[in-house]
């Protein structure tokens, strides 16, 4: 069994990872952590764990790590994240953490995005990042996994075989995404409170969202140059789902069938667990992935303005975070990737 630890488990990510991973066939979880909550029962703050064993949320300490855990998830915010990944690393756990901290090849470009100093740049050159589809091989090595945000998630599994195979230009993406309020983490404050967020719809982080930077330093890396592109969230009064939709020129000259983007699609994920490429014209909705791993892509030519419009949806506490993080965790530890998580949505 793979001995798990959860360092910051009351937050969403964190619950939804104690969720999975309490059902997961070759995990024991023998330690969840809060520095808030230290002392309580997780049943205080989330009633549904009184139908199992009562687990009991306690502070970190790096010997009970060292002595108990094989794997640490860290779900905090991503200064804490900075300096408590190299003391889990130095107990010979291996780290899958969850903020923002170690997903850059580049620190210069984290620090400009998340006006944050990394103390430890070195260790971005160790960590993977944890794209399933895209670092099988580096994953299952790693020691360090730097999780993928939820934006992100969703927008660079819609776009990178299209850059890998030069079938949109990579100057022409724009990225309008929408997510549940459950995105914004487990929050008081009151733009994401039940009477502000229901019934309304608004875009945020307009031109300055920290998620840009992380997509377009991955779609870079399938393009094989730089990637510049306007990315613009908004938040959805629904609890969980993440819908993209995004536009791209066609290469001029060109004439692209939808056979073409068809088969880019499907050769570059053959094989893959939780991706499903629907047929030209047909396009996703958010109850076709939320409760599940799945990230479902559609996609339609327009004819009319020589563009692509993909449609990429994931649930952004799955697939978006926990899912994707315990998917990780099984290529890490040999398991197949798939052990452990829901492959069916929830649909109503």
């Given at each position: 069994?793979?001995?798990v630890?959860?360092?910051?488990?009351?937050?969403?990510?964190?619950?939804?990872l104690?969720?999975l991973?309490?059902?997961?066939?070759?995990?024991?979880?023998?330690?969840?952590?809060s520095?808030s909550?230290?002392?309580?029962k997780i049943s205080?703050l989330?009633?549904s764990?009184?139908?199992?064993?009562?687990?009991?949320?306690?502070?970190?300490?790096?010997?009970?790590?060292?002595?108990?855990c094989d794997?640490?998830?860290?779900?905090?915010?991503h200064?804490?994240?900075?300096?408590?990944?190299?003391?889990?690393?130095?107990c010979?756990?291996?780290?899958i953490?969850?903020?923002?901290?170690?997903?850059?090849?580049?620190?210069?470009?984290?620090?400009?995005?998340?006006?944050?100093?990394?103390?430890?740049?070195e260790?971005l050159?160790k960590?993977?990042?944890?794209?399933?589809?895209?670092?099988?091989e580096?994953?299952a090595?790693?020691?360090?996994?730097?999780?993928?945000?939820?934006?992100?998630?969703?927008?660079?599994?819609?776009?990178?075989?299209l850059?890998?195979?030069?079938?949109?230009?990579k100057?022409?993406?724009?990225i309008?995404a929408?997510?549940?309020?459950t995105?914004a983490?487990r929050?008081?404050k009151?733009?994401?409170?039940f009477?502000?967020?229901?019934?309304?719809?608004?875009a945020?982080?307009?031109?300055?969202?920290r998620?840009?930077?992380?997509?377009?330093?991955?779609?870079?890396?399938?393009a094989?140059?730089?990637?510049?592109?306007?990315?613009?969230?908004?938040?959805?009064?629904?609890?969980r789902g993440?819908?993209?939709?995004?536009?791209?020129?066609?290469?001029?000259?060109?004439?692209?069938?939808?056979?073409?983007?068809?088969?880019?699609?499907?050769?570059?994920?053959?094989?893959s667990?939780?991706?499903?490429?629907?047929?030209?014209g047909?396009l996703?909705?958010?109850?076709?992935?939320?409760?599940?791993n799945?990230?479902f892509?559609?996609y339609?030519?327009?004819?009319?303005?020589?563009?692509?419009?993909?449609?990429?949806?994931?649930d952004?506490?799955?697939k978006?975070?926990?899912?994707?993080?315990v998917?990780?965790m099984?290529?890490?530890?040999?398991?197949d990737?798939?052990?452990?998580?829901p492959?069916?949505?929830m649909?109503?």
């Amino acid at each position: 069994m793979i001995r798990v630890g959860i360092i910051g488990a009351t937050g969403y990510a964190g619950e939804e990872l104690v969720r999975l991973l309490s059902s997961h066939p070759e995990v024991k979880i023998t330690h969840i952590m809060s520095k808030s909550f230290c002392g309580k029962k997780i049943s205080e703050l989330y009633g549904s764990y009184l139908a199992l064993d009562e687990m009991l949320l306690e502070d970190i300490d790096y010997e009970i790590i060292q002595q108990d855990c094989d794997v640490v998830f860290t779900c905090l915010p991503h200064e804490p994240s900075i300096e408590i990944v190299p003391k889990l690393l130095a107990c010979g756990v291996k780290v899958i953490d969850l903020s923002g901290s170690f997903r850059y090849k580049d620190a210069a470009v984290f620090e400009a995005w998340y006006g944050i100093h990394h103390t430890h740049p070195e260790l971005l050159k160790k960590a993977v990042y944890g794209l399933c589809e895209l670092y099988e091989e580096e994953i299952a090595g790693a020691d360090l996994i730097g999780n993928p945000g939820c934006y992100t998630t969703a927008s660079i599994l819609a776009l990178y075989p299209l850059l890998a195979c030069n079938l949109i230009q990579k100057d022409s993406i724009i990225i309008d995404a929408k997510s549940g309020v459950t995105g914004a983490g487990r929050s008081e404050k009151l733009p994401f409170s039940f009477c502000e967020s229901h019934e309304s719809f608004k875009a945020y982080g307009v031109t300055t969202h920290r998620h840009t930077s992380e997509i377009e330093e991955q779609l870079s890396f399938a393009a094989g140059s730089p990637v510049a592109l306007s990315f613009t969230p908004h938040l959805l009064p629904v609890k969980r789902g993440i819908l993209a939709t995004i536009y791209a020129d066609l290469p001029k000259g060109l004439e692209i069938s939808p056979i073409e983007i068809q088969g880019a699609y499907e050769k570059f994920y053959m094989g893959s667990d939780f991706i499903q490429i629907l047929p030209h014209g047909s396009l996703p909705e958010l109850k076709f992935v939320v409760g599940s791993n799945n990230c479902f892509i559609g996609y339609k030519i327009d004819e009319r303005l020589h563009k692509l419009v993909i449609v990429s949806c994931i649930d952004n506490l799955i697939k978006g975070a926990a899912g994707q993080a315990v998917q990780n965790m099984n290529l890490m530890f040999g398991l197949d990737g798939s052990t452990g998580l829901p492959q069916l949505a929830m649909y109503l």
